[in-house]
Every structure is written in C-alpha cells, then in structure tokens.
C-alpha cells in the first residue's frame, strides 16, 4: 500500500509564498509519475503540476512561472513552491502518485490565499 501525507498549507496573503511537502511511503516500485492537483470549491480537480520519473516536468498554464515542483528521491519527498500567490489558487491540493498498477492521492492540505 501506498501513503501520501501532504503539508504546507495555511493562510497567506495574495503576492506570498507557501511550498508544500508530500511525503510518500510504501511500495512504490514502477513510478511513473508525481504530481500536485487541487479542486477549488464547486469546480473539479485540475492538474496543477507533475513530473515524470525521468525528471520531467510539467506545469498548468495558470502556474507557469510562479510555481515550481521538485523531488528528493531520497526523502521521498515531493515538493510543490508557490509564489505570487492569488486568490484564484485557493483550493485544497492534493499530492497524486502514478505507478504502473494504479494511482494514490493524499488526503490534501488547504491554502487560502486572502486579498
């Protein structure tokens, strides 16, 4: 079984930055891929950021240039670095883990970004 444990979230203020953390434990052999999503209340989840198991990376265009996600493989970390923060990012996000025989979600962390 696969766990995902996220971290980071909280209140800031729009222009601020908040860097979430997902620890990831178990059997995670095949990785294909991590990634961050979030679901804002009444809209549905949408990919905010992912990377491959080759390293490669991949962004929302609503995040390009003010989001970064990164990896240390091994804390078996995943990282998500908001900056630029604006109203329109608030949503609970949710760390999302690929493997050949199926995906795992965290239970998600909430950021509030106030104007």
């Known amino acids: 079984q696969v766990q995902l444990v996220e971290s980071g979230g909280g209140l800031v203020q729009a222009g601020g930055s908040l860097r979430l953390s997902c620890v990831a434990s178990?059997?995670?052999?095949?990785?294909?891929?991590m990634g961050w999503f979030r679901q804002a209340p009444g809209k549905q989840r949408e990919l905010v950021a992912s990377?491959?198991?080759?390293?490669?990376?991949d962004y929302a265009d609503f995040v390009k240039g003010r989001f970064a996600i990164s990896r240390d493989n091994a804390k078996n970390t995943l990282y998500l670095q908001m900056n630029s923060l604006n109203p329109e990012d608030t949503a609970v996000y949710y760390c999302?883990?690929?493997?050949?025989?199926?995906?795992?979600w965290g239970q998600g962390t909430q950021v509030i970004v106030s104007s």
């Open positions: 999302n883990l690929v493997l050949l025989r199926g995906q795992f």
């Open positions: 990377i491959a198991a080759n390293g490669f990376k």
């Open positions: 178990g059997r995670m052999n095949n990785l294909a891929a």
